[in-house]
């Protein structure tokens, strides 16, 4: 007896399922788990460490290649510019002697030929401050510098090719700022070849600036973005510039040769988000899918000399090799923690219903500590995932807000620059005034010296005091203003009294004689018919040494125009936007035109849309010189952040405003992290169901208590999930640019202008065009739109007369019905109307069905691919445009199964990198379609009736089935047979409704009901087999029916969670 008793201790000894070893497998598991985290941990720091310092490293020596070759061309050039025999040749070029000019001329030649050998670049001019070319060295476009001082109108303005645009831009920006500058990188589609311009201002002392010019070897920079020494196979170095609402790839890439100036990248594009972020002037790294798609790693960078992003990256294939290792060993502990964990839970079930000796209630104490540890331990992740998160949060938004601040303060400067060179014009006349370099009578030739000088001035006047000019005339005061390509004298005092208080047009002579210095409000100056500031000084007779008595006022006009210009060259993101305010919070630039035309102030602005946040911000700008705010637009839902700066010259104040949501969507994933969070919290509250319960006791009144909690726990998880999906159903991601008023209009209609200018495209004409749908239908199975409707559309100024350009083509139409209903001219305008009747062709997606929205796009396309025409929406002829309120739709209109939510005009990009044959387009092709937009979000409470609760009445009854198996067990097969059918009927019902070839996501909730009938018929089986497993008290039949709703539950979260968030 006594060995027996020895040999069952002995076996005792080695029970893997002993009470020492279940705590071993339990530590073991825990171990494993951590040790997996670690090396995933170190496996995702070593790859991404490794993988950012090797990328880094290579994009910094790139980087510094540009750099050196862009600061040679300056600092060689600058050299050769200072040299004394230069300067004798520029002088010798004024002389009349033309045999002296063509020695002179013939010197500078031999002197930029040898200057050339050690800088590569191409032609070289030299050019007055009046833009006429004064040397040229390979003499081929002396045509195309004749426009540099011309002031072209539009339609003339599309006969420039696409170096003359850039060339033009980049000269009046030199001559205004006095700061050597490289022109924008442009492809001239002309000449078919890119071009880059170095201009740099060269100052003498008392003697006007001219300026050299050089044509920059762009081959140069696409030999340093083609070496690819360094990037391994895959890798390879991405350049882009920001044009409008996209990105234009301006160089050759490894895997594409011929990609330069021929792709277009949208900026809300998911893909290539590195050279996006780049070309907006944001560094980083990380990984992304670039515009091939593929998965990479890259670095990316702004190049400011070039106006272009750059990015270096390599494909993560390639990069993960280096950490094979790392990803061995963690599928390695992985496999180990699953096989202690199995042991350690088949422990725990192999001491259930023994009695609790002291040895057992050891075991309690375990389990209930390890219990309570879990929910501990996911407590902690909880609290420091939250942390976590508002830390990379704050710090994302204290990137984007330096990086505002930092774009604000360039513009500041550039703009004050700009702006106290106006200034030096004045203040230069009124010096030479008094120090008699001019008198009374050469007043006259100096205003058009000045002039012509400066084109970026509008006008400049001289008006004397009453009775200074001369004792028997009141008032005198000459000016000169420019019209067209001339420049036109004309007398203020003919036709008003300029010294009169409250005359808008001479509302700077007043304030000047009480300031000594003043900047006006806009106003519109009525002989050059445009909308202009000025800035005027008083000047004083030689004899006034003491400065006591004005002889009069010199005023420099400065036309809105040109600050927009220089507001628009600023990065702006896809939706924000500059807006300059006056000293008395005037509007003087806004995209909105009517702000600064109908003398609108922020005040005005702030009271009519009842917004404490602009009030808020009107009392900021008074009192400090410089902040920032932010706050919840009502208008679209978003928020908005406003960063400000006072101009030190004219004490105006520059802003920019932007939506914080965008500035954040490429440093903050909120809807990622919002995800983990919920995630986090039902596995919380599960393991406090589970302690609350007493699990760890493991009998069955615990068990049922604590599986009815976690069930509770998961279907309040589900329904939370759904209800913020329903809420948030609305908020599509979309490419498209949204119009909802004229300022998002005029900022597309600014970014097309300036596509076209980058990619030498024509200056697209602008055709008003408006949409009215009378009556609407959609056949789901067909995928078909139904619809009568009208559309408009008007012409006006110039284009009214181009009867050709009236006419539209609905691509999406199966048939199309149309008849002219009216035609009319009122002044300078012609309308056409026409009554349409058409069935469109819809790509309708389901896959979110029954949490799924709609965007039924009406696309309008030209009727013609040759015409460069861009259909703008004619808002002025819709009473509301808040897209909440419906434009465009009858009142009476309602469809099946849906609400509309909202309708809108939008802006669709369409790239098809074919120009089609016609050799005067573009390779990029790409054209911008205006869509009329509805948005339908489903009636949920139809999907819940017809399906849902069907669903969860047959989940019932198979529970019903499974809980009276003992006594039902012989017709229970049929039970499951007929709820396999009827789930069978109704998948097949769905299917058929929607007409989709895709999976939906409650079909994901009929896959778990049929894993559920598929382990019924299992559990069934095994009933029959063996008997004892149906008995209702067996610890098997309590095992399947407590656990049967939170397995299901657990299911419909998993699918919810994988459709709306991992696919």
Known sequence: MGQKVGKI????????????????????????????????????????????????????????????FLEDNEVSLQVLLEAPEFKQNIE????????????????????????????HYGNTFILSAEGQLLFELKKKNSASFQFLNEDVGAEHEQEEGGKQRTLKSVFERVRMTLAPAYSEFIYDQKEKKPFLYLVVPVLYEDEKPFFVVIEVDYGEIYKITNDFEGLGETGEIVL????????????????????AFKSLISLKSKNAIPIIRASKGIEGSGQFLDYLENPIYAVWGFIPQLNLGMVVKKDVSELVQQ????????????????????????????????????????????????????????????????????????QAVNLVEKQEKQYLAIAEQQIDHSLKNVEGIAYSFAKDYQTERIDAYQIAPRLDRDLREHPEILGISVAYRPYKYAG????????????????????????????????????????????????????????????????????????????????????????LSTIKKLVNYYDIGFSGYYFLLSEKGQYIYHPFDGYAENKIKLYDIA???????????????ESDKKGHIDFRDPRTGGTTLIHFETLPQSKWVIAKHSSKEELLSGQFDAETEKLILFIEIIVSFTFLALMLGKFYLFTTPCIRTSLGMVTLVLGIGNMTLWGFIYENSTKQEDTDLKITDPLTLNVFIDEQLEKAYTLDEPLPAQLPTGFYIKVLDIDKEKQLVSLNANLWQSLEGDFRDRDDFFGFTLPQAASLELKKAQEKEFKDKKTKLWDLKAKLFQNFSYKYYPFDTHQLKIHIEPHSSQENLVFVPDLEAYRFITPSAKPGLSKDIQVSGFTIIESYFSYQPLVTNTNFGFDDQSMSNAQTIINF???????????????????????????????????????????????????????????????????????????????????????????FLYPKLAKRNSLFNTFVILTYWPVLFSMWLFSTIYVFYLT
Request: charged content about 20%.
């Open 933 to 1023: 937009v509805i948005s339908l979000k489903r009636n949920i409470l139809d999907s819940a009736i017809v399906y849902f609760c069907p669903l969860l009445l047959i989940l019932f009854f198979l529970f019903v089935t499974l809980l009276a198996l003992e006594k039902w067990a012989s017709s229970s097969f049929g039970a499951v047979s007929a709820l396999l059918f009827t789930l069978i009927l109704l998948q097949r019902a769905l299917r058929l409704s929607l007409g989709s070839n895709e999976i939906v996501y409650i079909e994901y909730l009929f896959f778990a009901t049929y894993i559920m009938l598929l382990l019924a018929v299992i559990y069934i089986i095994l009933s």
């Open 240 to 259: 882009g510039k920001h044009v409008g609402n996209s990105v234009v790839l301006v160089a050759p890439t490894r895997k594409n040769k011929q990609i």
């Open 92 to 119: 010798k070029l004024k002389t009349s002697d033309p045999l002296e000019k063509e020695k002179a001329l013939e010197a500078l030649r031999r002197s930029f030929r040898y200057h050339q050998k050690e800088v």
């Open 323 to 394: 950490t094979f290792l790392f990803s061995f060993f963690t599928y390695l502990s992985i496999t180990l923690a699953l096989v202690s964990f199995f042991f350690f839970i088949y422990g725990f079930l192999h001491v259930k219903g023994k009695a609790i000796t002291a040895k057992g209630a050891d075991v309690l104490k375990v389990r209930k500590r390890f219990l309570q540890t879990l929910f501990w331990l996911s407590l902690f992740i909880l609290s420091l995932t939250f942390f976590y998160q508002q830390f990379v949060y704050y």
């Open 607 to 621: 009271r009519t849309l009842e917004s404490k946040h602009l009030i808020s911000l009107e009392k900021m700008i």
């Open 9 to 68: 201790e002995k076996r005792n000894r080695f029970n893997l399922f002993s009470y020492q070893y279940r705590w071993l497998f339990s530590m073991g598991f825990v171990f494993f788990i951590f040790v997996a985290f670690m090396l995933k941990g170190m496996k995702d720091y070593t790859f991404v460490e490794e993988a950012n310092a090797e990328l880094r490293q290579l994009f910094s020596e790139r980087q510094a290649h540009l750099r050196d």
């Open 472 to 559: 028997n005339q009141k008032l005198y005061a000459t000016f000169y203003y420019r019209s067209g390509q001339k420049t036109v004298q004309s007398s203020l005092e003919s036709y008003t009294d300029y010294t009169r208080p409250f005359n808008e047009e001479t509302s700077w002579y007043m304030p000047t004689l009480r300031e000594n210095r003043h900047w006006t409000q806009p106003f519109y100056e009525k002989l050059s018919q445009q909308l202009v500031v000025s800035f005027a000084v008083p000047f004083y007779a030689p004899k006034d040494k003491g400065k006591k008595d004005p002889l009069g006022i010199v005023t420099v006009y400065y036309p």
